[in-house]
């Protein structure tokens, strides 16, 4: 799995731990020493949503899934998260400068868990989540060619549905 290599551009915080988990590509931290939480949203990926909105609307057309089975299908995604990065899960986030924010206010970030495995490259790995270039990121490209693999061999998602 990847490991970061350090750059001037990317802003590293330590000392946060998992709160909540969003869905398959979203968590909320807490900072062990001010309690402030914040929302992230993790880089270069998307996963099905797992409840009705304007973005399931928007998959439904984009891959001619419906919307229960895209959100089934969000599920799953989701309980991956919970399975490898439950909330009181240590973690570190690393943030592009030049890419902080994401439409909706929530911090953008890679998410680094106690033995450095990088969620964002373990969901795309292992099939819960595609690369998204909706908000740039240095790892995009790699996690193209991720997804693949994981497509080609029919991981996670990808056991369902050739697309989501």
């Known amino acids: 799995m990847n490991t970061f290599r350090a750059n001037a551009s990317n802003i590293i915080e330590t000392h946060l731990?998992?709160?909540k988990v969003m869905d398959g590509d979203s968590i909320k931290v807490v900072s062990l020493?001010?309690?402030?939480?914040?929302e992230i949203r993790l880089y270069g990926l998307d996963a099905p949503e797992t409840k009705i909105n304007r973005k399931l609307k928007e998959?439904?057309?984009k891959t001619q899934l419906a919307g229960?089975?895209?959100i089934q299908m969000g599920m799953l995604s989701l309980k991956f998260v919970l399975k490898v990065?439950?909330?009181e899960t240590k973690i570190t986030i690393?943030?592009?400068q030049d890419n902080f924010f994401d439409f909706y206010g929530r911090q953008l970030a890679y998410v680094l868990l106690p033995d450095g495995t990088c969620l964002n490259e373990?969901?795309?790995i292992e099939g819960y989540a595609k690369p998204f270039n909706e908000y740039a990121c240095?790892?995009?490209a790699n996690y193209q060619k991720l997804n693949f693999a994981a497509m080609q061999s029919g991981k996670g998602l990808y056991e369902f549905a050739k697309k989501f």
């Open 94 to 96: 690393i943030t592009e």
């Open 17 to 19: 731990k998992i709160s």
């Open 68 to 70: 229960k089975f895209l």
């Open 85 to 87: 990065a439950p909330p």
């Open 33 to 38: 020493f001010n309690k402030i939480e914040k």
């Open 138 to 140: 240095a790892e995009l």
């Open 59 to 61: 998959d439904e057309k």
């Open 122 to 124: 373990l969901l795309i």
